[in-house]
């Protein structure tokens, strides 16, 4: 009796370490398992982070880019300095405003909206493109200036920029300095093509009366 009382507590107690090392087991399996999603999730947020910190980081060069190309857009002396730069004529010029296009089109409202490294990868791509064109651009229209003119031409651009000089100078007279204005618009008519927000700029610093007028180079409102 002794030995069936003795073998039967055995196997009972193989039983229950077998039992509890199975217990072991799968406890250690939960918490593998468990310790592998946390890791996941924390990979997958920290490549979410890491794309987001990226697309932003496009975002910027590609308004740094747009800067830069708004100190044209925005300033008709410069644009008279550097004519090629809105010269729809040039191939360096349509090359970087068709590049801008395609970077403008991609850009994102918010980090958020790019979600793949592909998508930021073609947005990235797209900026950079922008920016290698647009410098090319600049680099020629500062080399050439004013060369692409004729004489006459230059001279009326010389013109142009002293009475714009004139124009936008505080110490002169309401009168002077519409009348300065009014005539580099004439000299400028046919030889550049001023973008509208360059030209509301130029207004609102000469007068802000003039800003809701439009006045046309000869003085008469446009109708």
């Known amino acids: ?17 077998r039992t509890r090392r199975k217990h072991l087991k799968h406890r250690a399996r939960r918490e593998a398992e468990g310790r592998a999603e946390r890791e996941r ?20 060069d590609h308004a740094a ?23 729809v004529r040039e191939p360096l010029t349509v090359g970087f405003l068709r590049a801008k296009r395609v970077a403008d089109g991609l850009r994102p409202v918010v980090v958020e909206d790019i979600s793949t490294a592909e998508r930021l990868q073609e947005y990235r791509d797209a900026v950079r493109a922008y920016e290698v064109a647009f410098e090319i651009a ?7 200036k004013d060369q692409h003119f004729t004489g006459p031409e230059r001279q009326r651009l010389n013109t142009a920029r002293r009475l714009l000089t004139i124009a936008v100078d505080s110490a002169g007279t309401s009168a002077e300095r519409q009348l300065a204005y009014r005539r580099a618009r004439k000299e400028l008519d046919g030889l550049l093509a001023l973008p509208p927000e360059a030209v509301a700029a130029l207004e609102r610093r000469v007068a802000p009366e003039l800003a809701p007028l439009r006045d046309g180079p000869d003085g008469a409102r446009a109708s």
């Not at 600049?138 to 050439?144: G, H, P, T």
């Open 65 to 87: 880019v747009n800067a830069r190309w708004l100190e044209y857009e925005l300033d008709v002396a410069k644009l008279i300095d550097y004519p090629m730069m809105s010269d």
């Open 138 to 144: 600049e680099r020629e229209a500062r080399r050439v």
């Open 1 to 17: 009796m002794i030995w069936v009382g003795f073998a039967v507590f055995s196997g009972m107690g193989q039983k229950f370490h």
């Open 41 to 60: 999730r924390e990979s997958a947020a920290a490549w979410v982070d890491q794309l987001r910190r990226d697309t932003a980081a496009v975002m910027a």
